[in-house]
């Protein structure tokens, strides 16, 4: 847990620079507006990816899926009173709510499926929602295989409603 608190210290030192162009971590007051816009960009996302996959651009579809929970994470992070505009800072304050037992609808196992950079040893077979957008992102693929897509919009769907009843709870 040191590296993460090292990590959000960063984040929130980051926060303070740069007027409302900062690059970090601020806590701010609780917003179910700003939460709720956060799901809507997250819900347009996922109505994206579908979309992406039948216009035969499954590789932007993985970065939809991807985008679908990182603003729903935002959502968590402006309904708990923070802005983020860092995603390893996003992911760390995630994982440390979760810790808290602040975020309950969510595991830290989930965030890690979403956004993990330490584990990935292949990313040619792993099945985190990163490390396909990321191959999708940077490689010249240009589509995902048909049962790589239905797995990731299904476990996207997943985490989405894990997120969207962490909101609800509040």
């Not at 932007?60 to 935002?74: D, E, I, K, M």
């Not at 797995?151 to 962490?166: G, Q, S």
Request: charged content about 30%; hydrophobic content about 35%; aromatic content about 8%.
């Amino acid at each position: 847990m040191p590296q993460n608190k090292d990590k959000l210290e960063k984040c929130f030192g980051e926060g303070k620079k740069g007027g409302e162009r900062h690059q970090g971590l601020r806590k701010t007051s609780p917003s179910n507006e700003t939460a709720n816009e956060h799901l809507a960009k997250a819900l347009h996302n996922f109505q994206a990816m579908t979309t992406f996959h039948e216009l035969r651009y499954s590789d932007w579809a993985a970065s939809a899926a991807f985008y679908t929970l990182y603003h729903g994470l935002l959502a968590i992070l402006a309904q708990q009173g923070y802005e983020s505009r860092n995603q390893s800072c996003t992911f760390a304050l995630v994982e440390d709510l979760i810790v808290k037992g602040e975020v309950k609808g969510l595991t830290t196992a989930d965030v890690k499926e979403i956004f993990d950079r330490e584990t990935t040893e292949n990313l040619e077979h792993s099945t985190k929602i990163l490390d396909i957008r990321e191959r999708m992102q940077y490689s010249t693929q240009t589509s995902l295989a048909e049962e790589e897509f239905k797995i990731l919009k299904a476990r996207t769907k997943e985490l989405l409603d894990k997120i969207r009843l962490e909101l609800e709870r509040e």
